[in-house]
C-alpha cells in the first residue's frame, strides 16, 4: 500500500533552516507528481509547493518563494524540502503527498520560535 512518512522536522530559530524528508514506498514514486503541504494551528492546510515526475518543474506558494527548495531524487524514493531563512509563520505540521489518489503522510511538526 502506499505509504508516505516524512522526517526532519523540529524546533529552529528564525533565520534558520531544516530540511524535510518524505520516503515512499508502495508505488513506483518516478511516475508521480508530489507536494508539499502544511497547516499551521488554527489555519486550514495550504499548498507549500509541488514537483513534477522529474523534477525540472517546480512550484511553490507565494509565501515560501524564494525561501523553500522542492526536490527529489526517484533512485531513492525519496521527496525533500529545504526550508532557509525560516519564520515564526512558517511554523505548522507539514505533509508530503502524493497528488494522484490523495494520499498522506502523517505530517512532522516543524516550530520556529526563539
Known amino acids: 500500500q502506499v505509504q508516505l512518512v516524512e522526517s526532519g522536522g523540529g524546533l529552529v530559530q528564525p533565520g534558520g533552516s531544516l530540511r524535510l524528508s518524505c520516503a515512499a514506498s508502495?508505488?513506483?514514486?518516478?511516475?508521480?507528481?508530489m507536494s508539499w503541504y502544511r497547516q499551521a494551528p488554527g489555519k486550514e492546510r495550504e499548498l507549500v509547493g509541488q514537483?513534477?515526475?522529474?523534477?525540472?518543474?517546480?512550484e511553490y506558494a507565494n509565501a515560501v518563494k524564494g525561501r523553500f527548495t522542492i526536490s527529489r531524487d526517484n533512485a531513492k524514493n525519496t521527496m525533500y524540502l529545504q526550508m532557509n531563512s525560516l519564520k515564526a509563520e512558517d511554523t505548522a505540521v507539514y505533509f508530503c503527498?502524493?497528488?494522484?489518489?490523495?494520499?498522506w503522510g502523517q505530517g512532522t511538526q516543524v516550530t520556529v520560535s526563539s
Open positions: 503527498v502524493r497528488n494522484e489518489g490523495n494520499y
Open positions: 508502495g508505488f513506483t514514486f518516478r511516475y508521480y507528481v
Open positions: 514537483i513534477d515526475v522529474s523534477g525540472g518543474r517546480r
